[in-house]
C-alpha cells in the first residue's frame, strides 16, 4: 500500500472511493509518518481492520 501526505492529511494512494482529496505532486511513501491527520475514508479502508 502506498500512501501521500496533503495537508498534514494522509490518504491512501489510490484513494478511497469516498475520498474527495486528489493526488497531485505530493510524493508517494510507503509508511505512515507519526505527525499526520488520518483521512478517515481512505485509512478505514484496510483489509482486515475493522477500527
Ligand atoms: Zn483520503
Same mark, same amino acid.
Given at each position: 500500500? *502506498?500512501? #501521500?501526505? !496533503?495537508? !498534514?492529511? +494522509? %490518504?491512501? #494512494?489510490?484513494?478511497? !472511493? @469516498? $475520498?474527495?482529496?486528489? @493526488?497531485?505532486?505530493?510524493? *508517494? @511513501?510507503?509508511? +505512515?509518518? %507519526?505527525?499526520?491527520? !488520518? $483521512?478517515?475514508? $481512505?485509512? %478505514? ?7
Amino acid at each position: 500500500m *502506498l500512501y #501521500f501526505v !496533503k495537508e !498534514k492529511t +494522509i %490518504h491512501t #494512494f489510490p484513494v478511497s !472511493k @469516498r $475520498c474527495n482529496v486528489k @493526488r497531485e505532486k505530493e510524493q *508517494l @511513501r510507503d509508511t +505512515i509518518p %507519526h505527525d499526520v491527520e !488520518k $483521512c478517515p475514508y $481512505c485509512m %478505514h479502508c484496510w483489509p482486515g481492520e475493522d477500527k
